[in-house]
């Protein structure tokens, strides 16, 4: 059973940052691609940034490019998103999330409902 748990969220000034984790247990952690999305209440959840299995290819959607930073651990079955300069407007739940497609890679053109596998979310407030 896969199960992914983020944590790290919380509440910050605008300009201030975070860095939020998510630790995946149940498959071969490495060979899985990992996307970070969020979610605005009445909104769908928005593709946020991605990592390939090895680590070494990164995507991130245009609103986050050159704040944003997501990383990943495969020692420690974690994937990181660091936060930087953060607006009031990246307040939001963020969810970290795969599939069952080993191998692939995750760009600003994924949905949400392509992926299998879900954390419960963490909250990121951003007050300015």
């Known amino acids: 059973q896969v199960q992914l748990v983020e944590s790290g969220g919380g509440s910050v000034q605008a300009g201030g940052s975070l860095r939020l984790s998510c630790v995946v247990s149940?498959?071969?952690?490495?060979?899985?691609?990992m996307a970070w999305f969020r979610q605005a209440p009445g909104k769908d959840r928005e593709f946020v940034a991605g990592?390939?299995?090895?680590?070494?290819?990164?995507d991130y959607a245009d609103s986050v490019k050159g704040r944003f930073v997501v990383s990943r651990d495969n020692t420690k079955a974690t994937v990181y998103m660091q936060m930087n300069s953060l607006w009031h407007e990246d307040t939001d739940v963020y969810y970290c999330?795969?599939?069952?497609?080993?191998?692939?890679?995750?760009?600003?053109?994924?949905?949400?409902?392509?992926?299998?596998?879900w954390g419960q979310g963490t909250q990121v407030t951003v007050s300015s």
């Open positions: 999330a795969t599939d069952n497609a080993p191998y692939g890679r995750y760009d600003a053109t994924l949905t949400g409902r392509q992926l299998n596998y």
């Open positions: 149940g498959r071969t952690f490495h060979t899985y691609a």
């Open positions: 990592v390939t299995g090895s680590g070494i290819s990164t």
